[in-house]
């Protein structure tokens, strides 16, 4: 590896054909009349001579900085642990691949406010957002606050005002759950979720609909303490049910993890059903049956959206992508 210091400029534009005055203004981000096929050329030949330490500068001063901002809400349900999440996590590794792809760099931030967003995005002079786990109002406010185009990734959204958003189609995930145990023979359904709210609801409605009957409903805590607290208080209440059906992946795995702890067996006793299709589903003992939702598309379309948007700074749309039960092993037929 070369030393920065002993790159000279005019080395690297007789290596590359191109005049001392266009290398250093791409080094200094002066590259409003130098085309987008030399800026790269420039900057990979001084990558590659072991110029890295002032390129971030240089993307910095740049109008286009080719930097992405993925923000994800740092909510207190994940108790610290937000990107330890398994939807977080695959969420952030499809966009990470999908970022690059499209010739951007990706820089990840944690954001208990959404408003911390204003300056991290005025700091890094990012060229979009892609925002998770943020509410309906927050993206609204913040969306009167900031030119940065944004693509909210699985918001829930009523009314959108110059705000794109990829979402799933949540009730028919829960339509088809429904329709699933309905055609195992079970009519004692109990739904479980940490609020009675946005796209919670329509899981559970789209449940109710596949079912034919309204399921019951339990409203869990968010906190791992608090909440096998509340199983074991609410042991029986469950047991009287022959299926569950979690809104998510994660309450799914640790309520049959609970559920084994208290000699509870997964399907024989009662069955489970997820809702996320994560890995995690497919490595549980047993194999949790769960609504699988698309991430590599969802992060495609996500990333569509922006450029479009970054290229078009008036234009916003809206995807509801379609998802699928995958039927595994934790779901038994009754007689």
């Not at 690297?12 to 191109?18: K, N």
């Not at 990107?83 to 820089?107: H, K, R, T, W």
């Not at 606050?145 to 009523?158: A, L, Q």
Request: charged letters at 30%.
């Amino acid at each position: 590896m070369w030393d920065e210091n002993k790159v000279r400029i005019v080395d690297i534009a007789e290596e590359l054909g191109v005049s001392t005055a266009t290398v250093s203004n791409v080094i200094h981000g002066k590259t409003k009349k130098v085309s987008e096929e030399t800026i790269k050329k420039v900057e990979r030949r001084l990558e590659e001579r072991g110029y890295i330490p002032n390129m971030a500068a240089t993307l910095l001063a740049r109008n286009d900085s080719r930097i992405i901002g993925v923000v994800v809400n740092d909510h207190i349900k994940y108790e610290g642990h937000v990107l330890e999440d398994p939807f977080v996590c695959a969420a952030v590794n499809f966009l990470s691949d999908e970022i690059e792809q499209s010739g951007y760099f990706m820089m990840l931030k944690k954001a208990k406010d959404i408003m911390e967003i204003v300056k991290f995005a005025s700091m890094w002079n990012l060229n979009g957002m892609i925002l998770l786990g943020f509410c309906e109002d927050e993206y609204q406010e913040l969306r009167d606050r900031i030119r940065v185009p944004f693509v909210v990734y699985d918001g829930y959204m009523n009314e959108q005002n110059r705000i794109s958003n990829v979402k799933i189609d949540d009730f028919d995930g829960g339509r088809q759950a429904g329709a699933y145990l309905k055609s195992m023979g079970h009519e004692k359904v109990l739904c479980i979720a940490d609020n009675e709210i946005c796209m919670d609801l329509d899981r559970y409605r789209g449940l109710c609909e596949g079912l034919g009957i309204c399921a019951d409903f339990l409203k869990i805590p968010m906190a791992k303490k608090e909440r096998d607290i509340f199983y074991e208080e609410k042991l029986s209440v469950i047991r009287e049910h022959t299926a569950v059906f979690a809104v998510s992946d994660y309450y799914a795995i640790d309520l049959l993890n609970f559920l084994k702890k208290h000699g509870v067996s997964v399907p024989s006793d009662i069955s489970l059903i997820g809702f996320d299709g994560s890995k995690e589903s497919m490595n549980t003992e047993p194999e949790l049956t769960s609504v699988h939702q698309d991430n590599s598309l969802r992060a495609k379309k996500a990333m569509e959206l922006l450029v479009k948007m970054i290229r078009e700074p008036d234009f916003s749309d809206s995807i509801c992508l379609p998802v699928k039960l995958e039927v595994r092993e934790s779901v038994s037929c009754l007689p």
